[in-house]
């Protein structure tokens, strides 16, 4: 038997010979009967006989494209196997045994597998070219799910659909965290402190990043809520406050948001928030990283810039060689915010963007005429950030709300105080447990601070370190008093700790930054506790939190 050739893997000879016959061959397929003097010009133009002349026209006539018109390899069919059966039948025991294992033997390892099983039955071996054959034979993805498992089978031969495609503007918007590869400094002593946290967001239309949030605290919830937040506002404020002049005209409520599986993706307040303002949320599918290819990119492009920043750790370690990022480190990470917003803004949107051919802020542009109604803001933007923050449902007791066995009052929970049938949400932010929002039955958020007005702010990540050394000391019950006491023993201890370690001094960085942040998203529910700032206590730090 005979072999047709590849088109796209012959040589140039071979392809040039098959456009020749092409351009005799045409007009005489053209023609129901040929005449003595047709076929006789033709043979002579191509140099063929009669009988393979006609054999070229009955192709051509069949399939009439160039390609037809090759020659035909003489050799055995690929595919086609000339051992026995019984010899075919080894071969494949050889693999199932030898070759499709995890530890991926090698191609010899097999032909001696093969020559094993050969001699017990008083057959002669195959060549190893001939076990090499079968391998290259061998269903390739099959073969990978068993050598290298399922997963590396999936991402090799899966094919990639699902990538979400986005139609308008803020029709889908992806969301997703990095550790930034810099080491920041604190902005007292300016001393490397640690590497922060970025949450990401993109609108997948236009490719312009709807909105971030730069922190020292690991991603949760509260990371989720705060990028949403900048994410869904007008930025025109923000950027003034930093003293930013440019554009950034991305706002408004998505109409979806993609996230990965983290847990920090799937509370309560992050799905119950979504849903209260008409956003669907969607959580890609386990082990396909595909799914969030946009998103991936950013965070890859903002890193790549990141990258050319003093104290950078670079991707790796190789890259890095000798250069110690926190030596090198000098930027705060107010700094790291501003630049990293002069750096979206600035260049990013501005730039062309290999995948659109259009820079990300004129796509923006489009995909918002391309929306069937107007950009759409929160219909209570006070309430909104609220609605995203962690919560839990309490009675009103006769004294208050208890929470994290700390007291909260208001004249406002008079009315709901002592019925036990009435549990209540209770919103909180765990960068200032001082204030929560008591969710009332028409749905109005009411904040309630502690019920002693004496009581210093705190972070939750701070009272929990109060409860997890008391517990340590073997107090069993604890209170109120008890709970400041031991934190004011710790801010004092981290007075005298700071300068000397770099956990300390990141700690205090933290809660500064905890604290001065709800300052300015309170703004007038914000009262004075005390005539001595409480801020002459160091801190510590606010823990991961879902």
């Known amino acids: 038997m005979s072999r047709k050739l590849d088109k796209l893997v012959v040589n140039d000879a071979v392809w040039l010979k098959a456009v020749a016959r092409e351009a005799v061959i045409r007009p005489l397929a053209s023609k129901s009967r040929l005449s003595p003097a047709d076929v006789g010009l033709a043979c002579r133009q191509l140099e063929l006989g009669r009988a393979r002349l006609y054999e070229l026209l009955g192709r051509y006539r069949t399939s009439s494209v160039t390609s037809s018109l090759l020659d035909h390899n003489p050799g055995p069919e690929r595919g086609r196997r000339r051992l026995t059966q019984d010899m075919e039948a080894i071969i494949e025991t050889a693999m199932r045994d030898t070759y499709r294992r995890r530890e991926k033997p090698s191609v010899t390892a097999l032909h001696d597998r093969v020559r094993e ?18 391998v290259a034979l061998a269903e390739p993805k099959a073969l990978m799910r068993d050598r290298e498992g399922e997963k590396a089978a999936r991402e090799r031969f899966s094919p990639v659909v699902h990538e979400y495609r986005a139609d308008h503007a803020l029709h ?9 590869d810099l080491f920041v400094v604190d902005a007292v002593h300016c ?3 640690q590497r922060p946290w970025l949450t990401l967001a993109i609108d997948v239309a236009s490719r312009m990043v709807a909105g971030f949030y730069l922190s020292l605290e690991s991603p949760s919830s509260a990371s989720v809520a705060l990028v949403i937040q900048h994410m869904v506002m007008p930025k025109t404020g923000w950027l003034a406050d930093r003293k930013i002049k440019a554009e950034w005209p991305v706002f408004g409520l998505p109409d979806v948001i993609h996230v990965d599986n983290g847990r920090d993706f799937h509370g309560k307040a992050l799905i119950r928030g979504t849903a209260e303002h008409g956003i669907t949320l969607v959580h890609r599918p386990v082990a396909r990283p595909h799914y969030g290819g946009h998103i991936e990119r ?31 480190a000098v930027m705060t990470l107010d700094e790291l915010e501003k630049w990293l917003t002069l750096e979206i803004v600035g260049r990013y949107h501005a730039e062309i963007h290999r995948g659109l051919l259009l820079p990300p802020v004129t796509m923006w542009g489009d995909v918002v005429k391309a929306r069937l109604e107007p950009l759409r803001l929160p219909h209570d933007v006070d309430r909104f950030l609220q609605d995203f923050l962690p919560f839990e449902e309490r009675s009103v007791r006769r004294d208050g709300v208890h929470l994290f066995g700390l007291r909260y009052w208001d004249d406002v929970l008079s009315a709901w105080a002592g019925r036990s049938a009435s549990r209540l949400r209770i919103r909180y932010d765990p960068r200032d447990i001082s204030l929560v929002f008591v969710e009332g039955p028409d749905g109005t958020n009411w904040p309630v601070r502690f019920a002693d007005l004496s009581r210093p702010r705190i972070t939750l990540g701070e009272h929990r370190l109060a409860r997890t050394a008391l517990k340590e000391r073997g107090v069993r019950v604890t209170d109120e008093q008890l709970i400041f006491e031991t934190i004011a023993e710790q801010r ?3 007075e005298e700790a700071v300068r000397q370690t770099k956990v300390m001094r990141c700690r205090v960085e933290r809660r500064d930054r905890s604290l001065t942040a709800t300052d300015n998203e309170t703004g007038d529910l914000e009262i004075e506790l005390n005539e001595e700032p ?7 730090a606010v823990e991961e939190w879902s």
Request: proline letters at 8%.
């Open 117 to 134: 099983l050969c001699r017990a039955h008083g057959l002669r071996a195959p060549s190893w070219k001939a076990i090499r054959a079968r």
């Open 172 to 180: 889908i918007v992806q969301i997703d965290h990095t550790q930034v």
């Open 298 to 328: 950013l965070i890859g492009t903002m890193m790549g810039a990141v990258h050319l920043l003093p104290g950078t750790t670079s991707s790796n370690i190789a890259e890095r060689g000798s250069y110690d990022p926190e030596k090198h």
């Open 534 to 540: 409480v801020g002459h206590l160091p801190p510590l």
């Open 492 to 494: 004092a201890l981290l």
């Open 191 to 193: 001393l490397p402190i």
